[in-house]
Nanobody, 123 residues
Framework: QVHLVESGGGSVQAGGSLELSCAASGNTGFFYSMAWFRQAPGKEREGVAVIRTDSIEQYANSVKGRFNVSLDNNYAILTLRMNSLKPEDTAMYYC?????????????????WGQGTQVTVSS
């Protein structure tokens, strides 16, 4: 079992920055993938960024060049640094974990999810 606890988020004006963190505890193993997804009201959940323990990263086109994901392998802490935020980045952000080395943002591939943290960007 893996337990995910998210922190960070909040409200910021357009152009600002925020940082999200997610700490994984439990039986993570040595090889895994962690990701951030987000869901805005009335929209489907979408992948934002995924990173693996072999340091492979992927980003959604909408956040490339603005967001940066990192993973502390020793402590299984996932971080998302969000810069140049836009109102369309407003959403509930969820941390996700998989014991597989994944590519892409297929949400069903992630077996463990955090409770979510709200990010609100005002214009």
């Amino acid at each position: 079992q893996v337990h995910l606890v998210e922190s960070g988020g909040g409200s910021v004006q357009a152009g600002g920055s925020l940082e999200l963190s997610c700490a994984a505890s439990g039986n993570t193993g040595f090889f895994y993938s962690m990701a951030w997804f987000r869901q805005a009201p009335g929209k489907e959940r979408e992948g934002v960024a995924v990173i693996r323990t072999d340091s492979i990263e992927q980003y959604a086109n909408s956040v490339k060049g603005r967001f940066n994901v990192s993973l502390d392998n020793n402590y299984a802490i996932l971080t998302l640094r969000m810069n140049s935020l836009k109102p369309e980045d407003t959403a509930m952000y969820y941390c996700a974990f998989s014991r597989k080395l994944l590519s892409g943002f297929l949400s069903s591939s992630f077996g463990y999810w955090g409770q979510g943290t709200q990010v609100t960007v005002s214009s």
